[in-house]
């Protein structure tokens, strides 16, 4: 079944909104929730006294919130592909719920990953403090990785879109098995450079900005072999480069 134009662009529209929506609290930051805050005890080297206090100043539930509101900013756009996929097998009355549990799924799966990558942020923050050492160690590795033969299996299974039931239990219990195998995808994919501006102690807004663009555009790539390729995957980037080529003409 194919999609109608106008269902795409309300599903594209509806998910560009909520993730601006995200931007904008996240560049708020109310509460600090995607800071780590620190004192003199905890700058001062790892300690009983300076693991309690880092815990006390920064609860895992605040930034807990703070890493979901950043997975919805940042990878609500990727989704974009699949939920148009699962309105274009579903039934009417379903597709709404379908979408939502393949993104409950993908969410949870990102969540999970979020309390390891919140455990090594603390965990780093007291072992060097206030230092950008662990992200440039962390980018480091994101750009081996980015260019990987296992990146790259992780990219082409995020390409792969089973035919799933149209009917009852069966129906939503695929869509979320869905959003949880997509998830697992992205993880595998993307860990690196979703830990890379956590990492940083200033300009992290602009690096989660510039990680977002990566990420959504290194998914608009095709599947290619799994081989070192030393390819940012920038296609997104291309794309508006030949859009704005195509308007100026038309202009002139």
């Avoid at 815990?55 to 989704?79: D, F, R, T």
């Amino acid at each position: 079944m194919r999609l109608s134009r106008n269902s795409r662009i309300k599903i594209n529209t509806v998910i560009i909104s909520i993730s601006l929506l995200t931007w904008v609290l996240l560049l708020i930051n109310p509460g600090n929730i995607m800071t780590i805050e620190h004192c003199p005890v905890t700058i001062s080297g790892p300690s009983t006294a300076s693991v309690q206090m880092l815990l006390e100043m920064n609860p895992l539930s605040s930034q807990l919130i703070g890493w979901g509101l950043m997975v919805i900013a940042m990878m609500l756009p990727k989704i974009i592909t699949p939920i148009q996929f699962i309105y274009a097998q579903s039934l009417k009355r379903y597709r709404f719920r379908l979408a939502l549990l393949f993104v409950l799924g993908y969410v949870s799966v990102w969540m999970i990953a979020g309390v390891f990558m919140i455990g090594a942020i603390m965990w780093l923050s007291l072992l060097v403090p206030l230092s950008n050492t662990p992200a440039l160690v962390v980018l480091a590795v994101a750009l081996v990785w980015q260019f990987s033969p296992i990146k790259q299996r992780f990219l082409n299974y995020g390409h792969q879109h089973r035919v799933l039931p149209a009917f009852g239990w069966e129906a939503h219990k695929a869509s979320f098995s869905f959003g949880i195998t997509h998830g697992t995808w992205c993880v595998g994919s993307g860990w690196a450079m979703m830990l890379f501006p956590m990492l940083l102690q200033e300009w992290h807004n602009v690096a989660m900005l510039f990680v977002t663009f990566l990420m959504i555009s290194e998914h608009m790539e095709h599947p290619r072999p799994p081989r070192w390729h030393f390819d940012l995957r920038l296609k997104l980037l291309r794309i508006i480069i030949a859009q704005t080529k195509i308007r100026l003409m038309k202009r002139a």
